[in-house]
């Protein structure tokens, strides 16, 4: 069985940082993700990164503030957020694929087969 288990989340101020993580059991991924979704709006990519390898991918709206990060030995793939912004509160889910795609495809969705539960991230101004 599957399971992505998700952890770190919180509140922090403006400006401020904080480092998820996500720790995978029962198969081996080829993609991981975060994702993220904001009171009625839709899942947002985040940031990817290719488990073997290591390649990384990045939303435009968090790069050169979010790093993504993985550790081979603990199966567990890090967020770490820097420089938060209100904006970026929202549940962030992590995702996993078994199948490695192009860095357009990677952004989407569709393209993961497992999901963690998600954690809530709250940036207060």
């Known amino acids: 069985q599957v399971q992505l288990v998700e952890s770190g989340g919180g509140l922090v101020q403006a400006e401020g940082s904080l480092r998820l993580s996500c720790a995978v059991s029962?198969?081996?991924?080829?993609?991981m993700a975060w994702f993220r979704q904001a009171p009625g709006k839709e899942h947002d990519f985040v940031a990817g990164?290719?488990?073997?390898?290591?390649?990384?991918f990045y939303g435009d709206s968090v790069k050169g503030r979010f790093t993504i990060s993985r550790n081979s030995a603990k199966d567990t793939v890090y967020l770490q957020m820097n420089s938060l912004r209100p904006e970026d509160t929202a549940v962030y889910y992590c995702?996993?694929?078994?199948?490695?795609?192009?860095?357009?495809?990677?952004?989407?969705?569709?393209?993961?087969?497992?999901w963690g539960q998600g954690t809530q991230v709250t940036v207060s101004s």
């Open positions: 995702a996993m694929s078994g199948l490695y795609y192009t860095a357009t495809d990677i952004r989407s969705r569709q393209r993961y087969e497992y």
């Open positions: 029962g198969r081996t991924s080829a993609i």
């Open positions: 990164i290719w488990w073997s390898g290591g390649s990384t």
